[in-house]
Each structure stands twice: as structure tokens, then as C-alpha cells.
């Protein structure tokens, strides 16, 4: 007796589940449960509030072609203070997949991670104002995407953009806050060779270089 088995892809089961997101409101419910994401459409944060990321969350987020971004400004000084797009704080979020997610220029940084929190960046396009990455406490990885500064900070580095990643000083002396580069293309800014926690400060990961293939445009890779 012969049998000829046929996988049907309707009827695969999936690693996880995925939730199709469309809005704002859809993302940030989301974050607030954990899971993973694929983003539908073009989002744009309208409520003044960032994305949060809270403690025992991940988030895998999948930009799928689209866009996040904040057309109204997010940042305020006023407790609790609020700086940046997405706030990791806590938590996990991996992002993923072509796309953008681009603050409001002369407003915030992309993201912020505080709180012990971890960010993972896989690939997309991040622009921000003076940082990209801010690391308060915890630990952001780079494995890939693209980087640039909407509004730059005068006179820090030779483009004004040696903070596109950035730790609390005082933390990042004591190694509560870190950020290692594997991979990606940052505008104006060599991440192993920077001014953002003193001269010549290297976020690039043991084994991983750092070259300008374009003028201006750092690319880093392995050895």
C-alpha cells in the first residue's frame, strides 16, 4: 500500500500566535499583555503617550512594511517624565522586518529601556532626535537596520550625532546600562569609535567591525 502525504499550508500550526495590528490603540494593548505583532497599516501615536513595554512583557514586534510614528509630541518633563517613542521598561521587545519607526522630529528619542529592560533590534529604519537608543538601565542589542538623527545634538562629535546610542553615564559606568552591535548602517555615527560615554567609547561587539563603505554611513559586520 503506497500513501501520498500532502501538507496542506491552511492547516500548519503556527509557532505562536500572531496578532494583526492596525492601530494605535491595538498596539498598545498588545504591549500591555505581551505576544507577538504584525503590523496591517501605518500607525501613528496621537495620545501625547508612549509605547510602554512593562516588566514580565515580551513583545516580539513585526514592522511588516509599515510605519510607527508620532505626529503629536510625547515629550515632557512633568513626572512621570516621558522621552521617548517606545519605552522598553521592564521588559522585552524584539523588533523586526522592513519598516520604520521614526519620532516626531525636534521631540524624543525612538526608544528609551529602563527599568532592566531589554531591547532587541533585528532589522527596520529608526530615526530619532539627539539618540536613537537610550539605555537607562538594562541592555539594547543591534543585530541589523538602518539608523539616523531627525534633530542632532551641536558640537558632540564631529556630525553632532555621537549620541544616536546613548547610556546614563553614572549606569553605564557601573554596567547596569549597555548596548552591543552586531549589525546595521548608522548615519553619521561609528559605533565603535563614538563620544556618547566618553572618547572613543565602542558599542561594537567583540569579533564585529565598524567601516564607512559610504561617506558618512558606518556599516558594522562580522571579521
Known amino acids: 500500500v503506497v ?6 499550508p491552511a492547516f ?3 509557532d ?5 495590528v492596525s492601530s494605535s490603540s491595538a498596539l498598545k494593548t498588545l504591549v500591555a499583555n505581551g505576544g507577538a505583532a504584525k503590523l496591517t497599516a501605518d500607525i501613528d501615536i496621537v495620545d501625547a503617550k508612549s509605547v510602554v513595554v512593562e516588566a514580565g512583557k515580551s513583545v516580539i514586534l513585526d ?11 510625547i515629550w ?3 513626572e512621570p517624565v516621558q522621552n521617548c517613542l517606545i519605552s522598553v ?9 522592513q519598516g520604520k519607526i521614526a519620532a516626531k522630529a525636534d521631540d524624543c528619542y525612538t526608544f528609551n529601556v ?10 527596520g529604519e529608526f530615526v530619532g532626535n539627539v539618540s536613537v537608543i537610550q539605555v537607562q538601565a538594562g541592555e539594547a542589542e543591534v543585530y ?3 539608523f539616523s538623527l531627525a534633530q542632532i545634538w551641536p558640537n558632540k562629535g564631529p556630525y553632532g550625532c555621537d549620541y544616536m546610542i546613548n547610556m546614563i553615564d553614572d549606569a553605564y559606568r557601573e554596567g547596569t546600562a549597555n548596548a552591543v552591535v552586531y549589525g546595521g548602517e548608522f548615519e553619521k555615527f561609528n559605533p565603535a569609535d563614538c563620544t556618547a560615554e566618553g572618547s572613543h567609547t565602542n558599542f561594537v561587539a567583540t569579533g564585529y567591525k565598524s567601516e564607512e563603505l559610504t561617506t558618512g554611513v558606518w556599516t558594522v559586520s562580522k571579521e
Open 16 to 20: 505562536e500566535d500572531i496578532h494583526l
Open 76 to 78: 515632557h518633563d512633568s
Open 63 to 73: 514592522l511588516n512594511g509599515h510605519n510607527i510614528s508620532n505626529s503629536v509630541d
Open 12 to 14: 500548519e500550526q503556527p
Open 3 to 8: 500513501f501520498n502525504v500532502e501538507i496542506v
Open 144 to 146: 541589523g537596520g538602518k
Open 89 to 97: 521598561e521592564g521588559g522585552t521587545l524584539t523588533v523586526k522586518g
Open 114 to 123: 529602563k527599568d532592566g529592560g531589554k531591547l532587541i533590534i533585528e532589522d
